[in-house]
């Protein structure tokens, strides 16, 4: 024990040999260890915030007809649920389970008497929407509504949709829909507020309105789907598994499955960060291979000698291996600092990310310091270190002796 | 009859120069009992250092046998001729090659540490050669902090802090001036006979000469 780390002491010595070098190397792994682990950290909040915002946006889980999901409705709620308060009270006794919100997509045609827009509504509680999205739906003006109000029916309208509509809160419109039937109807309503997703394709269409409202205007006692609420998305696995286990007469279908944009991001944001990564890695292995194979070349005389002392050509390797982990060990001290210190002042700083392609609203930048990716990259740059000074004095340590000897 | 440590016959040695063959050494023949300090002289380029490459395991040869100890060094692998030297035979160079970032202890203590020797038997051993070499006042500074002759006699510390069987000096007192020679010839008889140590030396040198037991001529890669 005490015989390695006199061995780790002398590398510590040869790392010290040339300190200008050796610094620019200790820099470039550090720099290298501190941009995997913020591209990291920004990579699992990104994702994070987009798995948070794609739950709050489809429910940790969708309960719906088993052929909802496969077939087109012919008729509009063809494969809408019936007892849906059934099951909406059975799911609510799970303590899991924080909210139940029944959803009723319909679409028809909205008008102000001057104009008519296509629109994509939704039956709904906006309150208890409202609740369950959180930051995810951002109310601009008026208020949101309940789940059943007296008087005329008020809708919310998406952001776009408004100002199409000239539409304000309080002002009165008109929609015109097709009943499960396949008759047309129509109904007044009054704005209540306006709210934008942050998709500007959604809010160009959306419209919010109360589920008993727009039940009496298909002629339906049906819902959609249920959007079902955990606690903690990571519940969702489990949760979904038990309810699937349960119900085989329903489709349970989970936020991931529904979430194209969030799966899409996450291949294409890990594409970017492993080929990031690909690309440090490489710059620090040549750099600390550049680095130790100049120390090779000046040390090719006394790596001669250690061999006619005995030094076997892996002991020799492995000399410069410690010399290429030391390298790596404070590379990822300091790059590790670097992280944090950079964490904690985008934790301090409100710096805003451009929106994303396909949305409206920009969203802060923030990083996570995440063990696991500190661990991960902090391997990494070690172990890379590690093998470039392998691969760097594997020849050198096979030189013959009177050869290394004789170098100048 | 005192066996021979070093015992070769017929050795010979070649070495490629493009197209041609350049012999370095000729049948040579060399019998070293134990504790002899044998000198082997000769000009530049007579095939000296070959013939220590070869004793000190450093280099192979291309006929002939050579017996360390009574042991054929034949056909060995260099993880054999690796083990062989890190056991039984001790170097010291001309250009002393002491490792510049280990103090004068560390320096003598490398052998010790290949050899797995343990933590508290090390240390003693170091101490004792040191002591012998008359360097424990130096034992933490680094060799640049050292003379000639002090990294010298670090040197002859470390070749023979393992007592090997056979220690082979290239030009141990080139480097040194007259006085200091004679210190490092004297120290190196002192602490081979002590440690029963037999000497293999390349030397222009008269003063080493005259210490020694034998002197052998090479001219040509052949032995007078």
Known sequence: MKAQLELLRFAWRNVLRNRRRSLATVIIAALGAAAIMIAGGFALYTYDALREGAAREFGHFTVAHREFFQRDEETPLQYGLENYRKLSAALEKDQRVTRVLPRLNFSGLISNGDKSMVFLGMGADARAEGAARGVFLKLLEGSLFGGDEPGAPRVLLGSALAKSLNAHPGTPLTLLTTTVEGSMNAVDVEVSGIVSTGWPEIDKRLVYAPLPAVQKLLLTDKVSALAVYLEDTAMTPAALADWQARDSIHTFKPWWEQAFYYQSVRALYNRIFGLLGIIIAVLVFFSVANTLSMAVVERTREIGTLRALGALPGEIVAGFAREGGLIGVLGVVIGMALAGLTTALLLGLDVQMPPPPGRSEGYPLKVYADPTIYAVAASVIVVLCIVAAWFVSRKASRKTIVEALGHV | ?224
């Open chain 2, 1 to 224: 009859m005192n066996a021979p440590v070093i015992d070769l016959r017929g050795i010979a040695k070649h070495y490629r120069m493009g197209d041609s063959d350049v012999p370095a050494l000729q049948g040579i023949d060399l019998a070293v009992t134990r504790g002899a300090f044998v000198a082997v002289k000769g000009p530049s380029g007579s095939g000296k250092s070959t013939l220590l490459n070869i004793c000190g395991l450093l280099d192979g040869f291309d006929a002939g046998s050579y017996r360390l100890d009574g042991e054929d060094m034949s056909g060995l692998d260099e993880t054999a001729r690796t083990l062989i030297r890190r056991r039984r035979i001790g170097f010291v160079f001309q250009s002393y090659n002491l490792v510049p970032v280990m103090t004068v202890r560390e320096n003598v203590e490398y052998p010790l540490i290949l050899l797995g020797m343990g933590e508290d038997q090390r240390i003693a051993r170091v101490a004792e050669t040191l002591a012998l070499v008359g360097l424990e006042q130096l034992a933490e500074r680094r060799p640049d902090h050292l003379s000639g002759g002090q990294r010298q006699r670090v040197a002859i510390a470390r070749a023979l802090v393992k007592s090997p069987a056979l220690v082979i000096a290239d030009e141990p007192t080139a480097n040194l001036d007259s006085a200091t020679a004679t210190q490092v010839i004297d120290l190196m008889r002192g602490l081979g006979a002590r440690h029963g140590a037999t000497f293999l030396i390349a030397t222009h040198d008269d003063r080493m000469t005259a210490h020694c037991d034998e002197v052998r001529t090479l001219t040509d890669g052949v032995m007078q």
